[in-house]
């Protein structure tokens, strides 16, 4: 990854966190959130803040290994009616963050592919991207994702996805039966397609994506994103879906990050 690229992921977080905050900025925050069950507008804040400041804390001490624990000063508000400007100040701190690790290819531990400071850093910009939506899901709005990050997400969650297996324990059986099997997500409106291998042993992104698959699914790089976090559905306008529904409807069924 070029770092024009790291840079722009750190500016993203400032960026997506300050369209989040606007979001719940004089909304009820005890809304509840579909795309997140059992969750509230509140829940949703105080989530995604407390994700940033564990994450600068793992930047800060550029972490070698995994963390025995989860222990952070979240400096908490005593209202959730403060949660916007708490979440706010949580973007500040991973700013700091990011300023004291500069070198964003210096190693680090990270529970996913690329073992280096900047996965944490395009890590906490899509999850901050991802609960942004959620925000304006609940609140009836019309997510908008800008399309090169959206393909950068599609790339980072499918990129990350096999080593996800302690969180999202379902891509356990992302595995075929005897013979390999391929599935493509295809942009429609960018110049960008991922090929997922499916292997008796596990799965993994295949670096020929031209390769024939035996199931395919395209749309917009932003309802890519989506369609693969579970915000919207294979029925949705412009997806498509075709070639072998069972193992589209298993990567679906399996794949919950």
Do not use: K
């Amino acid at each position: 990854m070029n770092s024009s690229a790291q840079v722009g992921h750190r500016a993203a977080v400032a960026a997506q966190t300050a369209r989040f905050v606007g979001v719940l900025t004089g909304a009820d925050l005890a809304l509840p959130v579909p795309s997140c069950p059992g969750w509230t507008l509140a829940d949703l804040a105080r989530h995604a803040g407390s994700v940033q400041r564990w994450f600068a804390v793992l930047l800060r001490q550029r972490v070698q290994a995994p963390p025995a624990g989860r222990d952070v000063d979240l400096q908490l508000p005593e209202r959730e009616a403060d949660y916007p400007q708490w979440l706010s100040a949580s973007a500040a701190v991973a700013e700091e963050a990011f300023a004291a690790a500069p070198d964003l290819d210096d190693p680090m531990w990270a529970w996913g592919a690329d073992q280096h400071t900047r996965f944490w850093v395009r890590r906490m910009l899509f999850e901050t991207l991802l609960h942004r939506v959620d925000a304006e899901l609940a609140l009836g709005l019309r997510p908008v994702v800008d399309r090169d990050l959206a393909a950068d997400g599609v790339d980072e969650f499918l990129v990350n996805l096999p080593f996800a297996a302690f969180f999202a324990p379902g891509t356990a059986r992302l595995r075929s039966s005897g013979g390999e099997q391929t599935i493509r997500f295809g942009c429609t409106d960018a110049d960008r397609d991922w090929l997922v291998r499916l292997r008796p042993d596990g799965f993994g992104l295949d670096p020929d994506a031209t390769a024939t698959a035996d199931a395919t699914v395209r749309g917009s790089a932003a309802d890519l994103l989506l369609l693969l976090y579970g915000r919207l559905d294979l029925a949705a306008e412009g997806v498509e879906a075709f070639g072998d529904a069972e193992l589209t409807a298993r990567w679906f069924a399996n794949s919950a990050f």
